[in-house]
């Protein structure tokens, strides 16, 4: 059984950082891409960044491209989302994410896995 569990969110300053993480276990992940999206009530789930396990490949969000970075450890079978110069607007539930594809990492819908969420608060 797949699992996946995310741990680093907190309550931050704007202008700050914080580093998630996620570590996943129940299968190996070579040809899965590992994606992290966020949520706020009352809105729908949005991409934030993904990584392809095989060849490293990464995607982000243009709201995120040049602040967030998304890394992976193989060895450990863990995804990271470093996040510098948070904003307010970065407030959400951050939630990982596994999925068997070969594109459409951007589409939440296309992933099978997913961890239980992780709070970020950015304060103005």
């Known amino acids: 059984q797949v699992q996946l569990v995310e741990s680093g969110g907190g309550l931050v300053q704007a202008g700050g950082s914080l580093r998630l993480s996620c570590a996943a276990s129940?299968?190996?992940?070579?040809?899965?891409?590992m994606g992290w999206f966020r949520q706020v009530p009352g809105k729908e789930r949005e991409f934030v960044a993904a990584i392809k396990w095989s060849g490293g490949s990464s995607y982000y969000a243009d709201s995120v491209k040049g602040r967030f970075t998304i890394s992976g450890d193989n060895a450990k079978n863990t995804v990271y989302l470093q996040m510098n110069s948070l904003k307010p607007d970065d407030t959400a539930v951050y939630s990982c994410?596994?999925?068997?594809?070969?594109?459409?990492?951007?589409?939440?819908?296309?992933?099978?896995?997913w961890g239980q969420g992780t709070q970020v608060t950015v304060s103005s």
């Open positions: 994410a596994a999925g068997s594809m070969f594109s459409g990492v951007r589409n939440y819908r296309n992933y099978d896995h």
């Open positions: 129940g299968r190996t992940f070579n040809n899965y891409a």
